[in-house]
């Protein structure tokens, strides 16, 4: 039984050491420029551009082609789209598998719509793989997958949510914080799979603070944590150290935010996975 997993590249995940991988790229256009979202983009050139740049920018989301042509002709995928709350990802991941389905009888495909984005797909990712490495039946994962879904939770802070205003992917309450310099807006993807926004802290030291508490009142035990940033490793890093502080043992892995994410969560942003107890 040949497996693979497929996840839009708002995963930040670029690569699996032990299952078979692929990336569907969303896109990125920034004037007449766009940019697709794979391994081979400089995510710090097209931050670097993003800085100055006072035009329309938007982003696409792949087509069922692109990620059917991902499946390869694997007996089982497993797909893991960006939240279906903000992007059509998820739907193109739907069509894709019925197609798929349709076209190939006896393989399965598995979409999950993660109602989140960036890290927290990436923790849903490593624990596909951990399950198909240690030899889960399909049916087992996607049952547990989904159960394990529900422990995961994304919490982020954002220097500016210009992008996300622009592209209309936040409430008006958030759109109007557009432009609010040295204000941090610090939230979490919300169960419906939008952002909520929670505070409003001055500076990265306030706003991780805040993530802390927010982490704790979600039930943060100390779990494995993902840490995404954008231009940011000193947050990453300072983050990560008050995460020791309240478990030296936690599992706690930083990672450069890829196009999609840089996009939205804009220089200098951050956005934190973990699991709950
Ligand atoms: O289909 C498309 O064009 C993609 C649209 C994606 C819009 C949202 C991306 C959010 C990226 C920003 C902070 C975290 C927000 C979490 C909300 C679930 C990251």
Same mark, same amino acid.
């Given at each position: 039984?040949?497996?693979?997993?497929?996840?839009?590249?708002?995963s930040?995940?670029?690569?699996?050491?032990?299952?078979?991988?692929?990336?569907?790229?969303?896109?990125?256009?920034?004037?007449d420029?766009?940019?697709?979202?794979? @391994?081979?983009?400089? +995510?710090?050139?097209?931050?670097?551009? $993003?800085?100055?740049?006072? /035009?329309?920018? &938007?982003?696409?989301?792949?087509?069922?082609?692109?990620?059917l042509?991902?499946?390869?002709?694997?007996?089982?995928?497993?797909?893991?789209?960006?939240?279906?709350?903000?992007?059509?990802?998820?739907?193109?991941?739907?069509?894709?598998?019925?197609?798929?389905?349709?076209?190939?009888?006896g393989?399965?495909?598995?979409?999950?719509?993660?109602?989140?984005?960036?890290?927290?797909?990436?923790?849903?990712?490593?624990?596909?793989?951990?399950?198909?490495?240690?030899?889960?039946?399909?049916?087992?994962?996607?049952?547990?997958?989904?159960?394990?879904?529900?422990?995961?939770?994304?919490?982020?802070?954002?220097?500016?949510?210009?992008?996300?205003? @622009?592209?209309?992917? +936040?409430?008006?309450?958030?759109?109007? $914080?557009?432009?609010?310099? /040295?204000?941090? &807006?610090?939230?979490?993807?919300?169960?419906?799979?939008?952002?909520?926004?929670?505070a409003?802290?001055?500076?990265?030291?306030?706003?991780?603070?805040?993530?802390?508490?927010?982490?704790?009142?979600?039930?943060?035990?100390?779990?494995?944590?993902?840490?995404?940033?954008?231009?940011?490793?000193?947050?990453?890093?300072?983050?990560?150290?008050?995460?020791?502080?309240?478990?030296?043992?936690?599992?706690?892995?930083?990672?450069?935010?890829?196009?999609?994410?840089?996009?939205?969560?804009?220089?200098?942003?951050?956005l934190?996975?973990?699991?709950?107890?």
């Open positions: 039984m040949q497996y693979k997993i497929v996840a839009d590249s708002s930040d995940v670029r690569r699996l050491e032990h299952v078979d991988f692929a990336s569907a790229p969303l896109k990125i256009t920034v004037g420029t766009t940019y697709v979202d794979d @391994n081979d983009l400089n +995510v710090g050139e097209l931050t670097q551009t $993003l800085r100055t740049f006072k /035009g329309r920018s &938007i982003t696409a989301c792949p087509s069922p082609e692109d990620w042509e991902r499946f390869g002709d694997a007996d089982r995928v497993f797909c893991v789209a960006i939240t279906s709350t903000l992007s059509g990802s998820c739907n193109a991941a739907r069509l894709a598998a019925r197609d798929y389905e349709n076209a190939h009888p393989r399965k495909v598995f979409v999950i719509d993660t109602l989140s984005t960036g890290p927290e797909m990436a923790l849903i990712i490593e624990k596909l793989e951990e399950m198909i490495c240690e030899g889960c039946d399909y049916e087992t994962i996607c049952h547990d997958i989904m159960a394990y879904l529900k422990k995961t939770k994304l919490t982020f802070m954002l220097q500016s949510v210009r992008n996300l205003a @622009n592209n209309g992917r +936040v409430n008006s309450a958030v759109a109007a $914080l557009v432009g609010l310099l /040295g204000i941090r &807006i610090v939230g979490i993807a919300s169960d419906h799979g939008d952002l909520q926004q929670m409003k802290s001055r500076g990265d030291k306030r706003a991780m603070a805040d993530m802390i508490k927010i982490m704790k009142d979600l039930g943060y035990k100390g779990g494995k944590v993902l840490i995404h940033h954008c231009e940011n490793l000193p947050a990453a890093e300072a983050f990560k150290q008050k995460l020791l502080e309240i478990n030296p043992l936690a599992k706690i892995t930083i990672d450069t935010a890829g196009g999609l994410c840089s996009f939205y969560a804009e220089d200098g942003g951050m934190v996975g973990f699991e709950t107890a």
